[in-house]
């Protein structure tokens, strides 16, 4: 089975390789795709070099093809991708809400990718990270209402968001002053409540991402949600504070031992002990870390918590490779007709 | 009159001079105390030079004493002081809940000032940040529920918070180690969500400051309130994302109509042009800076708003120096008996 990666070079694309590199997913040929200024390119892959080739027009020689190189190259060639045969795992916003196409965490609603039609979508990294602790607790005791604040980090902007952190912090530190060209204002020592694209309704397209995105996962259509996303002065690890009411009431050790028993969730709750999540801990983590559980004061029997989640891992290359290793497990990834 | 700062060489007796500057309060004598070791400290003050004298243990020849040094040396010296005949104004936590205690933001609640029995209460700088925004909200609206989460700058902790930041921030970007001496862990490219002590309800002191001192100075004690406490890497200026539910519906609109005609707020709120409540924008603004303002998803008819208010200013040294302006104006400021 051979499998590709386009937008290999990116923040994620380099995430994706090192995540299919302890992967248990069984392949045997990896593909490199990029912009044709990273062309030629070789990149380390367990042991051997691997060289990057300008991403195609048309159809891709590959049976899964784990697609971050943007939405409008997604938008533009997944479809002759899924011609030619191909599974695609993609990673943008570009067919999220297309009816016809999954969006998966394969912890939460991994069954819904056995109904592909050529496309599966990976979520947006806030929602993934949120949905993992939340799932639980919705399917035990329905989750009525919730409410998130983001703190997310430069990594949701891909590599040159935490370039443009690093080097303007730098320039800050020694009295320069510095011009936002990622964001929309300066970075370093700032908070800018602005992630993506204002909608008419006033919320960003990030908050209203994560609203529609986390409905269509736990297929439940009614459920209230509203997002304050905040991008903060971090480098990876979005954290999450997250507010629910709940149909049935829900006591904090309840939540933490159905939690404990959660695949994906690390519960890190010890206040006493200083334990916590937090982007300090929880980067380079599989696990989305989760604490802070105790009864919310704003909704009686509700839960407030905490989540920290690596924006790059869970939040995006993890959660793709976990969807085609799901699908081999299940027997569902067959090479294409005709390929070995 | 005679005013005094206690903690004059903290960060917010700094700032407690810097708005005493430019105040427009009548006083004819400046006395700056500290602990002994920054005695004989020269600090500048309108072109003289003020020398600091260690904090004595008895009264203070002052009528106006401005506190800041701390809950203890509030709690141990404050009797003496309203014994010697002086008003302290005081901005640490030790007598916020005491019922004799009026615990005031002038533009919110400056009547309950004038009850004072020689002490006057400075709020939480969180509470005092968010109050100003929502007073004029649950005046007209009836705010029934309040969801918070902070975003706090490491001035919350002094001076040495925002040095730990800073010095750390750099020995970070230099590849060295850092350990944490004033925060729990490393605050440099991380999120911390603890604040002040925790509490047996899970909650921290600071989120339970926000419920029981906005309940306090809105004088409403059905209000729900909850909170979330975070500190970030940033150096001054608290940020909050606040939802309300309201018993009255409220539009966007309405609610911008409104603040703009509020005092001590700035209405920041225009999406388009990359305007709303950052620290970039908020520090060492006297206003809070208030935005993205929007119709909640999570109450119908409810809000959601975003703030930002230097957490030294309005959060601290502003308040405490309008809580005297106030009392001056409306006649209540006069030297003690016996005093000039």
Redesign the interface.
């Known amino acids: 089975m051979k499998v590709a990666i386009v937008g290999a070079t990116g923040a994620v694309g380099h995430e994706l390789m090192k995540v299919l590199e302890n992967s248990t997913l069984d392949f045997s040929e990896l593909q490199l795709y990029a912009s044709p200024r990273s062309a030629g390119l070789k990149l380390p892959f367990r042991g051997q070099e691997l060289t990057v080739q300008a991403t195609p027009e048309g159809a891709i020689d590959a049976d899964v093809i784990l697609a971050s190189a943007g939405g409008s190259i997604s938008k533009a060639l997944a479809p002759a991708w899924v011609a030619g045969g191909a599974l695609v795992i993609d990673n943008s916003s570009a067919f999220r809400y297309d009816a016809d196409v999954p969006l998966v965490v394969p912890e939460v609603n991994g069954q819904a990718a056995l109904g592909h039609k050529g496309i599966i979508a990976n979520p947006n990294c806030t929602t993934a990270i949120a949905v993992v602790a939340v799932a639980p607790l919705h399917r035990k005791y329905g989750v009525k209402?919730?409410?998130v604040?983001t703190?997310q980090a430069t990594s949701g902007a891909g590599q040159k968001g935490m370039e443009e952190?690093?080097e303007q912090?730098?320039m800050q530190?020694h009295g320069k002053e510095a011009t936002a060209s990622v964001f929309?204002?300066?970075i370093p020592?700032?908070?800018?409540?602005?992630i993506d694209a204002?909608q008419d309704?006033?919320?960003t397209k990030e908050e209203m991402k994560v609203?529609w995105e986390t409905r269509k996962i736990l297929g439940d259509e009614n459920l209230?949600?509203?997002?304050?996303a905040?991008r903060?002065?971090?480098?990876r690890?979005h954290?999450e504070?997250i507010?629910l009411e709940l149909e049935r009431p829900a006591t904090?050790d309840e939540a933490r031992e159905l939690l404990r028993h959660t695949a994906g969730v690390e519960v890190r709750d010890d206040?006493?002990a200083?334990l916590?999540?937090?982007?300090?801990t929880a980067s380079g983590k599989y696990d989305v870390e989760v604490?802070?559980?105790?009864?919310?004061?704003?909704f009686e029997g509700g839960l407030?918590l905490?989540v920290?989640g690596d924006q790059l891992l869970k939040g995006a290359a993890l959660n793709a490779v976990q969807i085609a290793e799901y699908l081999q497990a299940q027997g569902a990834l067959k090479p294409r007709a005709g390929a070995v």
Request: net charge positive.
């Open positions: 209402r919730m409410i604040s703190y952190l690093l912090t730098h530190l929309a204002h300066p020592f700032n908070v800018i409540p602005h204002f309704n006033g919320y609203a209230i949600i509203s997002c304050t905040v903060i002065p971090t480098l690890t954290s504070a507010t904090p206040p006493e200083k916590y999540p937090m982007p300090l604490g802070r559980i105790r009864a919310s004061l704003a407030e905490f920290a």
